[in-house]
């Protein structure tokens, strides 16, 4: 069946730097477009950042541009969210999503999510 399975979150400092993994399995990882989403207390999920299926482009949500880096190793079917100088407001569950779109049907596989907190 499918999976994706996050990894990586935990306790971490402001200012210091956090390493999210995404392993997928049970799809052909290579045909779906990878994003990261997170959710923070309180509020709705937001999309943090999205890598196309071959790794050729990225896109950022303006608050993580600079210090956010998504990236994918398609022979491993893994996805990283490398983060660094986290603030506090970055603080959430931050969920690994696989997007695609085939004979115009759109199919979504999430994860379920690892906790990202940014204290001191």
């Known amino acids: 069946q499918v999976q994706l399975v996050e990894s990586g979150g935990g306790l971490v400092q402001p200012g210091g730097s956090l390493r999210l993994s995404c392993v997928a399995s049970?799809?052909?990882?290579?045909?779906?477009?990878m994003n990261w989403y997170r959710q923070a207390p309180g509020k709705e999920r937001e999309l943090v950042a999205s890598?196309?299926?071959?790794?050729?482009?990225?896109d950022y949500v303006d608050s993580m541009k600079g210090r956010f880096t998504i990236s994918r190793d398609n022979s491993k079917n893994t996805v990283y969210l490398q983060m660094n100088s986290l603030k506090p407001e970055d603080t959430g569950v931050y969920y690994c999503?696989?997007?695609?779109?085939?004979?115009?049907?759109?199919?979504?596989?999430w994860g379920q999510g690892t906790q990202v907190t940014v204290s001191s």
């Open positions: 999503n696989a997007w695609g779109r085939f004979w115009g049907r759109e199919i979504n596989y």
């Open positions: 049970g799809f052909t990882f290579r045909n779906y477009v």
């Open positions: 890598i196309t299926n071959t790794g050729s482009t990225t």
